[in-house]
């Protein structure tokens, strides 16, 4: 089983972007189902692991949506109920010169607190590993850190959206996958050097196109990516995380999982959509 630990809404999608104060024309919108946790599970779940989601929506339209998407793909939503007094969170997202920014608003993610995780403590205990990310409540992620600790299950901790962590999330957590900017945030007064052979086998910085660092124990690895004609790079990150996860919960070793991983990444980015261009397993091992 490969859980993830959040859920979250719809992205709005444009292509140009404002200065303050400026107003200008863009070129298409559409609303789609995407949000961290919500992209981990289906991509999961589209490369073959039994996904059991633990989260929160909206009693909207939105939160309607989100969890017949979930249903198309396969994935668990037993653990997910409605909030009847907040909207369904939603992630608000500008495509511009071949890359993203992106707003996430909470709403009912705030709702994903250590009591409503407790009530599902069996799903992450029968787990083969947890895959947690940011778009919920810092005492959530602590609180799921030490469950995970408690049980014995793995955790792959994605520090997305970038803040500071306390040590034992740190401690806790089998895999921690930052990007560059999320690392420098996570470990402030060391470099990314300094902060991989802190944490062998354990800290895995991806780099966008140029691939994945981690430290080995003896030398610092980089596993390159595979290039590609990107579409739209929404969700690239959260497919490889999913994908790594569900390496690692199937044994594969470490570069291996990464090369996969890196591989349901590449082909994510040649569609439109976070969950768009997410490859099937079939998709991921032919091309590899």
Request: charged letters at 20%; one cysteine or more; glycine letters at 8%.
């Amino acid at each position: 089983m490969c859980n993830r630990k959040q859920f979250n809404g719809s992205g709005c999608y444009f292509v140009k972007t404002a200065g303050a104060g400026e107003t200008v024309l863009g070129d298409s919108f559409k609303t789609v189902p995407g949000g961290k946790g919500a992209n981990q599970a289906v991509a999961a779940a589209r490369l073959g692991a039994e996904v059991a989601m633990i989260g929160r929506v909206g009693d909207d339209a939105f939160g309607k949506d989100i969890l017949e998407n979930f249903r198309a793909n396969a994935v668990n939503t037993q653990n997910v109920k409605p909030v009847t007094h907040l909207e369904s969170g939603t992630a608000h997202i500008i495509l511009a010169e071949g890359d993203n920014s992106i707003v996430v608003v909470e709403a009912a993610n705030r709702e994903v607190t250590p009591a409503y995780v407790d009530e599902a403590a069996e799903v992450i205990r029968n787990a083969d590993i947890v895959l947690i990310q940011q778009e919920i409540p810092e005492e959530t992620v602590v609180h799921v850190s030490t469950l995970c600790a408690e049980f014995g299950t793995p955790l792959l901790l994605n520090p997305a959206p970038a803040r500071t962590l306390p040590q034992e999330v740190i401690d806790n957590a089998a895999y921690i996958t930052p990007n560059e900017h999320e690392a420098e945030i996570l470990f402030q007064g060391m470099s990314p050097a300094q902060a991989l052979r802190q944490y062998p086998n354990k800290l895995f910085i991806t780099e966008g196109s140029k691939g994945v660092r981690y430290f080995d124990g003896t030398a610092e690895i980089l596993v390159p990516t595979y290039k590609v004609e990107a579409i739209d790079t929404t969700g690239a990150g959260d497919t490889f995380n999913a994908a790594f996860a569900v390496a690692l919960a199937e044994g594969k070793a470490l570069q291996e999982s990464i090369r996969f991983a890196n591989r349901a990444a590449s082909l994510s980015v040649t569609k439109f959509g976070a969950q768009g261009g997410m490859p099937t397993r079939d998709e991921v091992e032919e091309s590899l």
